[in-house]
């Protein structure tokens, strides 16, 4: 599965420009997570949102990408401190998010339906391997994720830049009846075991030699062809416009709402006597709501209706 954002991605950074925009490596790395979690959400169809975050513990305290089931996504990152100039590969991973080993990667998945009280499924891993060494690879966390959580082997190639994020999946699917098969121990079923393991291995290797600037550069059917040509393939129909990857948000007045009454009417009036109203702007889409005094006292009058909290605003 491969993907390629331009003017999605072009959107999310071009809105983040008002705020400053980004250092070059926390736009790699938010792109890279980014072009990861639609490969994830296309390859999972999962019925709600998937959110591929990383809690760091260096200058980039938050990642977060996040796809919708109709492919629509936002991405935003909070950076607190300096980060050093230059591309991700040379500032290193772990120099933004994993400085003393505590950095975490979580992938969420929030079911649409979800009923009051349900709470969404979350898998969370370090950004260390078994050994304990710190991974510097974003493709390479997830690969591990993949493997642990799910013990699935999956090749991720992944390279951002400010006008391209994109992403390579290749996945080794469950063979079907594989359990069932496993404990028989036939010649038969072993055999066809070796050859599938070695066909996925070897499109691995393939998929893995693809080159940062290859995947940023050039057009898919050039990257399968130049990857696979010795390979029989399928090609389907690219997903785009209106079916495609794009920029949406998902934010409210009314999501901003609950999450001020979540904060408390004690808190919201401490804002409003400091500064006579409350500022909340949106880190995905950076929309300002405002709220005066009147606005606010509403909020704590209104019968309670569940929205789920805003994650991104604050
Ligand atoms: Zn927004």
Redesign the pocket.
């Known amino acids: 599965m491969l993907v390629r954002l331009t003017d999605s991605w072009q959107d999310i950074l071009a809105r983040r420009q008002q705020a400053g925009g980004y250092p070059q490596a926390v736009t790699e790395l938010l792109g890279e997570m980014t072009a990861a979690a639609v490969l994830m959400q296309a390859n999972i169809k999962f019925n709600g949102a998937l959110v591929l975050q990383i809690m760091g513990d260096g200058p980039v305290k938050l990642a977060v990408a996040e796809v919708q089931p109709d492919l629509s996504l936002?991405a935003t990152a909070k950076v607190v401190g300096e980060v050093a100039d230059g591309a991700l590969a040379s500032v290193g991973l772990s120099d933004l998010v994993n400085v003393n080993n505590q950095g975490r990667c979580a992938i969420t998945l929030d079911p649409k339906d979800r009923l009051p009280g349900q709470q969404p499924y979350q898998g969370v891993v370090p950004l260390y391997d078994d050994h304990r060494h710190r991974i510097e690879r974003v493709s390479d966390v997830l690969a591990h994720y993949m493997l642990q959580s799910e013990q699935l082997d999956t090749r991720l190639v992944l390279a951002a830049n400010d006008q391209v994020a994109a992403g390579l999946l290749i996945q080794r699917l469950p063979v079907k009846g594989e359990a069932n098969l496993a404990g028989q121990g036939t010649a038969r079923s072993n055999e066809d075991d070796i050859g599938l393991s070695e066909d996925y291995n070897r499109i691995a290797i393939l998929a893995a030699s693809l080159k940062r600037e290859e995947l940023l550069t050039l057009d898919v059917d050039t990257i399968l062809h130049r990857l696979f040509w010795e390979e029989p393939h399928t090609r389907f129909v690219p997903q785009s416009g209106e079916n495609g990857p794009r920029f949406a948000?998902?934010?409210s007045k009314e999501r901003v709402s609950h999450m001020l009454r979540s904060l408390g009417a004690l808190e919201v009036e401490s804002i409003i006597a400091e500064q006579g109203q409350v500022e909340v702007g949106?880190d995905?889409?950076?929309?300002q709501y405002r709220f005066d005094p009147v606005d606010a006292a509403h909020i704590f009058t209104q019968p309670v209706a569940t929205p789920p909290v805003e994650p991104?605003t604050h």
């Open positions: 936002r948000c998902s934010c949106c995905f889409c950076g929309a991104g």
